[in-house]
C-alpha cells in the first residue's frame, strides 16, 4: 500500500509561481512512475505531468509545456511540480498518483489517469487574473 500526501497549493496571481510536493509512504516510491492531474470544477480530471519511476524521461500536457515541471526525489520519496507562468486556467484541485511499472521499465509513464494505482487526496490550485 502506498500512501499519498500533495501539498504546495493556493492562491497565486497570473504570472506567478508554486511549488506543488507529494510525498510518499508505504512500499518503494523508486518501482513507481508518478503523475500529476488536475480537475477544475465542471471538468472531467486531465493529465499534466509524469516522470517514469528513474527520473530518467518526463512527459506533459500541451497545455503546460514550457511552464510546468516535474521532478522526484526517491531518496526522499517525493515528487514536485514546479509551477511558473501560471494562467487563471490553470485553477484546479492538483492530485498526485502513483502507477507501479518497476517492470515496464525505468522510462515508462503513463498519462491515463485509469491506469494509476494510488491517489493522493488533492491540493486547491488557484491562479487570479
Known amino acids: 500500500q502506498v500512501q499519498l500526501v500533495e501539498s504546495g497549493g493556493g492562491l497565486v496571481q497570473a504570472g506567478g509561481s508554486l511549488r506543488l510536493s507529494c510525498a510518499a509512504s508505504?512500499?518503494?516510491?523508486?518501482?513507481?512512475?508518478m503523475g500529476w492531474f488536475r480537475q477544475a470544477p465542471g471538468k472531467e480530471r486531465e493529465f499534466v505531468a509524469a516522470?517514469?519511476?528513474?527520473?530518467?524521461?518526463?512527459g506533459y500536457a500541451d497545455s503546460v509545456k514550457g511552464r510546468l515541471t516535474i521532478s522526484r526525489d526517491n531518496t526522499k520519496n517525493t515528487m514536485y511540480l514546479q509551477m511558473n507562468s501560471l494562467k487563471p486556467e490553470d485553477t484546479a484541485i492538483y492530485y498526485c498518483a502513483a502507477d507501479w511499472t518497476y517492470f515496464s521499465g525505468s522510462t515508462y509513464y503513463s498519462v491515463k489517469d485509469e491506469e494509476y494505482d494510488y491517489w493522493g487526496q488533492g491540493t486547491q490550485v488557484t491562479v487570479s487574473a
Open positions: 508505504g512500499r518503494s516510491f523508486s518501482g513507481y512512475a
Open positions: 516522470v517514469s519511476w528513474s527520473g530518467a524521461n518526463t
